[in-house]
Antibody
Framework: QVTLKESGPALVKPTQTLTLTCTFS??????????VSWIRQPPGKALEWLAR???????FYSASLRTRLTISKDTSKNQVVLTMTNVDPMDTATYFC?????????????WGQGTLVTVSS | DIPMTQSPSSLSASVGDRVTITCRAS??????LNWYQQRSGKAPKLLIY???TLQSGVPSRFSGSGFGTDFTLTISSLQPEDFATYYC??????????FGQGTKLEIK
């Protein structure tokens, strides 16, 4: 079955770089059409899409965060990594990774449990 | 970006009620609209994709409709486990993808 799980630090200081890893199973990111996104949710607020990486290594980013985000994949390890530079308390959120199962549309059919990241000095 | 507006922001209803949640896009998105349910402290769960296709395993009391800019999610007979927050998400063209602000469904 398909599973995804996020990992990373629970607490980071302002101006530091945050690195989050999504480890997945049940599918391969080298398979045509497969894609993985990162989405975050500040406490009590709505979901916000951050980035996407595709089976062919195409990458897309939120316009407002583009300069601070980098997404990458390690197909052999079944992992997707998101780095966010120069974090701010406003980046405090639960970060989710999710799978997009098709090249023809972009719905998120499987999600990780999420990891809460707090940005505070 | 394509802003998505959900209404209402919150809704109180009783078990057995029929409820409808609306999502409006700022421009036409054809049928590139998806619906998620998020229970408290959990990850979102895909309910409906491509405006009206029920995700595998989702009960048939959930249904979606709409095209262009206006979409609805309907729950035909509320069950206790349906009290949660619901989000719409547009997937029109290339990213960025945008979500609605959410509709919190509470027990009356």
């Amino acid at each position: 079955q398909v599973t995804l799980k996020e990992s990373g630090p629970a607490l980071v200081k302002p101006t530091q770089t945050l690195t989050l890893t999504c480890t997945f199973s049940g599918f391969s990111l080298s398979t045509y059409g497969m894609r993985v996104s990162w989405i975050r949710q500040p406490p009590g607020k709505a979901l916000e899409w951050l980035a996407r990486i595709d089976w062919d290594d195409d990458k897309f980013y939120s316009a407002s965060l583009r300069t601070r985000l980098t997404i990458s994949k390690d197909t052999s390890k079944n992992q997707v990594v998101l780095t966010m530079t120069n974090v701010d308390p406003m980046d405090t959120a639960t970060y989710f990774c999710a799978r997009i199962p098709t090249a023809d549309d972009s719905w998120f059919d499987y999600w990780g449990q999420g990891t809460l990241v707090t940005v505070s000095s | 970006d394509i802003p998505m507006t959900q209404s209402p922001s919150s809704l109180s209803a009783s078990v057995g009620d029929r409820v409808t949640i609306t999502c409006r896009a700022s421009q036409s998105i054809n049928s590139y609209l998806n619906w998620y349910q998020q229970r408290s402290g959990k990850a979102p769960k895909l309910l409906i994709y491509a405006a009206s296709t029920l995700q595998s395993g989702v009960p048939s009391r959930f249904s979606g409709s709409g095209f262009g800019t206006d979409f609805t999610l309907t729950i035909s007979s509320l069950q206790p486990e349906d009290f949660a927050t619901y989000y719409c998400q547009q997937s029109f063209s290339t990213p960025p993808y945008t979500f609605g602000q959410g509709t919190k469904l509470e027990i009356k």
